[in-house]
């Protein structure tokens, strides 16, 4: 569910700002600080974009990160173990051994705690594996300790503080303080990968098919053109995705993700979730939960027992509901845990550690991101650590590849900004794309084409001109090399970023890999909402994004571990060295190169008010495969929207398990 927050596509840079700092100052003497940490500036902290001043004795909570022992070492141990044919190969580590080998001392973290307290900080918490001090003061505190000063900044239409110069540390502290997460307010630009968001109540409107091809334009009330023929399924579910990808005969043989654990990470939780869930579960055909197959693991305080929920405004419950069900979807005998965050501004990084640190799931999925790779290298590198102990440990970290494509907003123009987003962009983690999906009468798979939408409005009985309007996200990362996994598979003109002006030297490229994600022909989910006249009331919608395809495909990823007998990690290498077993999302073959004529889509009818016909009804027509404006495009084999495909079935799990075999 987009709710359309992005950062600005740039290079993540470290420079200060210019002098004329508003707000707080540095403190004068600043001979003992000698030490600048690189990437502590975010580059949305720009002098043009600043709009006010900062309170010293505004209260803030933060965490100062330590790096991980050993350099690199943690990161080469993570791919090495989930690399088929490496010496490592699936030693993985538990929690205990990993902190053994490469968790920061106790003498370091003590040391780090008493100058943190000797500044005037409260320590309010350290985990286990000791990655990071989180403590609480004033702003004023934190200006005086890091010699910067703060500011108000306005970026993608919210106001945002941040420090106006690099934070700098000690001599002391040199080489023990990674970073520092909190002073700045970059993590309020998360979104939650799901498009378009409903709003508290949301219905869809009719006609709809209940298969692709069902009903067509001759179906509807009005009188509409007949391109494009169909009418937008009302959502698919249960044994309809099952059947499409394969997976049906395979759950059906006793292969449905026993004995697998699947987290799902958000922001907020909804006290309605379990309830929710089964009453879905029993009007598609699914089993309901059994016994202790759910549990949700929140913060005090994330939600209250009343009821009442505590929430961000476009609807993470929703983006709870939609990962909750699709995972059980396409794995009914997993058992899921949810994880979350208790706010989506400040903590969502250090829930991935919590996470990773107590081992709390085999796989998870996480339907959140960052458009674009512009956060500071100071959130960064932390979130690089905790991805690497989580493939260290046999966890396989899946990431919505996000939902505006290649950030350029469709505007051939923006060529030279089109960036992936991030944390899909992480060479630690498998960014899951998304794709357009007809399934049939027999539950069987008509056509696949990768998500990336045209959009035509009715007008005077003609369809507009399409434009551009989302699609799954990916490119060439600006950040990351090219992992081995991706040598030889992915093009040079991809690799090298050719169509955004191009790179020095081989980079990561998103997605790695897809499943549905378009919400024309999105998944059906059902869900507690409110109605405009303050009912509380349970309907069903349609919803997509590639919020989806990741649950849906860790739900899959879920089939094949059980199969496997064993955890994956990093589940890249073994994916790319089974692509052959996936399926290829290639261009509609019928595709006319005059895109108003373009046969493939289909038409969608919408309530003006998203509740019923009393405001009327409105027509627009959804294109398939509408790549025109952008950078990224689906092509034969790898690409940079589909990644290596989508699993096949039994053939996928098969092949899957025989590459992660490899010794």
């Avoid at 509380?536 to 989806?548: K, N």
């Amino acid at each position: 569910m987009s709710r359309n927050i992005r950062t600005t596509c740039a290079v993540v840079a470290s420079a200060a700002l210019a002098a004329g700092t508003l707000g707080l100052s540095p403190a004068a003497d600043a001979a003992s600080h000698s030490h600048q940490l690189a990437g502590s500036v975010p580059s949305w902290a720009k002098a043009s974009h600043r709009v006010g001043t900062t309170q010293a004795s505004t209260p803030v909570t933060f965490r100062v990160y330590q790096a991980w022992r050993g350099g690199n070492a943690a990161r080469q141990f993570a791919m090495s173990v989930s690399t088929p044919g490496s010496a490592n190969y699936r030693h993985f580590l538990s929690p205990q051994q990993f902190r053994a080998r490469f968790a920061p001392s106790k003498a370091s973290t003590r040391q780090l705690e008493k100058w943190l307290r000797g500044q005037g900080f409260k320590v309010t918490g350290v985990p286990s594996n000791r990655k990071y001090v989180q403590v609480s003061g004033t702003l004023g505190q934190a200006a005086k300790t890091f010699s910067t000063g703060f500011a108000r900044y306005r970026v993608d239409g919210k106001t945002l503080r941040s420090n106006t110069a690099p934070l700098t540390v000690p001599a002391s502290m040199t080489g023990k303080i990674q970073a520092v997460v909190g002073l700045d307010q970059s993590q309020a630009l998360v979104h939650a990968d799901k498009a378009p968001p409903p709003p508290p109540l949301f219905r869809n409107a009719g006609p709809c098919s209940t298969y692709w091809g069902e009903k067509t334009v001759a179906d509807a009330p009005a009188t509409l053109p007949a391109h494009p023929q169909n009418m937008a399924p009302c959502g698919y579910a249960g044994a309809q995705l099952q059947g499409a990808y394969g997976m049906d005969s395979v759950i059906k043989g006793g292969t449905d993700g026993s004995g697998v654990t699947v987290g799902i990470i958000d922001a907020y939780a909804s006290p309605s979730i379990e309830s929710d869930a089964n009453r879905y579960f029993e009007h598609v055909g699914l089993p309901t939960f059994k016994s202790g197959q759910f549990r949700q693991d929140v913060a005090p305080g994330t939600y209250n027992r009343a009821g009442n929920k505590k929430q961000d405004p476009a609807g993470w419950a929703g983006e709870e509901t939609l990962d909750v069900e699709a995972v059980h979807t396409m794995a009914p005998g997993a058992n899921i845990v949810y994880i979350g965050a208790p706010n989506n501004y400040r903590d969502m990084d250090a829930i991935m550690n919590r996470v990773v640190n107590n081992h709390l799931a085999d796989i998870v999925t996480n339907s959140y991101g960052y458009g674009g790779e512009a956060l500071p290298s100071g959130y960064i590198k932390p979130s690089l650590d905790t991805q690497a102990q989580a493939a260290a440990e046999g966890m396989s970290l899946l990431y919505s590849s996000g939902d505006n494509g290649d950030e350029t907003g469709g505007n051939p123009a923006n060529a030279k900004y089109a960036t992936p987003d991030w944390p899909a962009s992480s060479p630690l983690v498998t960014a899951v794309g998304g794709t357009s999906l007809g399934v049939g009468q027999a539950n069987n798979r008509v056509f696949e084409f990768g998500w990336e939408t045209g959009k035509q409005t009715l007008k005077d009985g003609a369809w507009s001109a399409p434009f551009y309007q989302y699609g799954a996200g990916g490119g060439t990362s600006r950040l990351f090399t090219q992992p081995s996994y991706q040598a030889g598979v992915v093009g040079d003109d991809m690799s090298m970023g050719t169509e955004s002006g191009g790179r020095s030297q081989a980079m990561r490229v998103v997605p790695d890999v897809a499943a549905l994600g378009d919400p024309t022909t999105g998944m059906l989910v059902g869900e507690t909402q409110t109605a405009p006249d303050g009912s509380v009331v349970y309907d069903y919608y349609r919803i997509g994004g590639t919020s989806l395809a990741s649950p849906l495909y860790a739900g899959m990823l879920a089939l094949a571990e059980q199969q496997a007998g064993h955890e994956f990690g990093l589940a890249n290498p073994a994916l790319y060295q089974s692509r052959a077993a996936s399926i290829d999302i290639k261009q509609p073959a019928t595709r006319d190169q005059d895109e108003t004529t373009d046969p493939t889509g289909a038409v969608r009818p919408d309530f003006v008010n998203g509740v019923d016909a009393t405001d009327g009804i409105s027509y627009t027509s959804r294109l398939f495969d509408y790549d025109q404006p952008l950078t990224i495009h689906v092509r034969d084999g790898y690409d940079d929207v589909t990644g290596i495909g989508v699993p096949d079935g039994q053939a996928w799990i098969t092949a899957l398990v025989a590459a992660s075999a490899a010794q």
